[in-house]
């Protein structure tokens, strides 16, 4: 979990904690989709998506799985602390 400045959803609370994971992954993809979350304290979601990368972000991605994270929260306007 990477913790991020906190989302208010009125419905539903704070949440400071993003986690994302690969839903598909092939081999010479067009993209790659992850599916996102952000919890709450107790680890309860608070608001999630899918969200895909292209196949040009894929290639600089290498093995440092917190280029992933980074993006993410990027593309998603979150702030890692």
Not at 34 to 42: A, E, T
Not at 54 to 72: E, L, P, R
């Amino acid at each position: 979990m990477t913790k991020i400045e906190p989302i208010i959803v009125p419905t539903k609370g704070e949440g400071n904690l993003f986690v994302i994971s690969a839903l598909s992954f092939v081999m010479n993809p067009e993209n790659v989709t992850f599916f996102w979350q952000v919890l709450d304290k107790n680890e309860f979601p608070i608001i999630e998506g899918n969200i895909a990368m292209d196949c040009q972000t894929y290639s600089q991605w290498n093995n440092d799985d917190n280029f992933v994270i980074n993006w993410a929260c990027k593309m998603l306007n979150f702030v890692i602390v």
